[in-house]
């Protein structure tokens, strides 16, 4: 997966991160608080804090340890709750499985380049997947719920300004 973007829904202000499968057009919107999407966008705008922000931290502590964040898995969905686990190889090259917050683990696999892998349970039930216009269907009709939904998102630019909607889902 990778981190497609960073919004805030324009009705309800609230942040979602957008995941997307690398190999096909499937997005997983994970709805988070605003620091942790202020984090992620930072990191993916390539901008830092003027203090080591808590995700800095523990990536500093990770690195000191002389270990190393290999991937993070978003493991399973419960009533909307998103569940993930951050993996670490330490020094001596065992591996340690750490439970964590899903829009903790996303910030943390930005700092580090780290994989995010989503199981497959967790995108059958809550991921979002264009359905593929049939021959005599109109594409723009298939798409339009899908559309809606993105468009009502608005680009969080991790400053607390928001950003113009995405056109290219426009008409």
Known sequence: MVVE????????????????????DRYLPIWIGPSEANAIA??????????????????????TLN??????VVTSVTEGTFHARLYVEAADGSEAEIDSRTSDAIAVAVRTG????????????????????????DPDEKLAVFREFINSL???????EKGPPREELGS
């Open 5 to 24: 973007s960073v919004r805030v829904h324009m009705l309800s202000s609230q942040h979602v991160v957008i995941l997307k499968e690398s190999d096909r």
């Open 42 to 63: 930072m990191r993916l705008q390539g901008l830092n804090a003027e203090r080591p922000l808590t995700h800095d931290l523990l990536v500093s502590i990770v690195g």
């Open 67 to 72: 270990a190393s964040v290999n991937r993070v």
């Open 114 to 137: 780290s994989t995010i892998y989503v199981d497959e349970r967790v995108l059958d039930e809550a991921g979002v997947e264009p359905d593929r216009p049939e021959a005599g269907d």
């Open 154 to 160: 608005d680009v969080d630019l991790g400053g607390g």
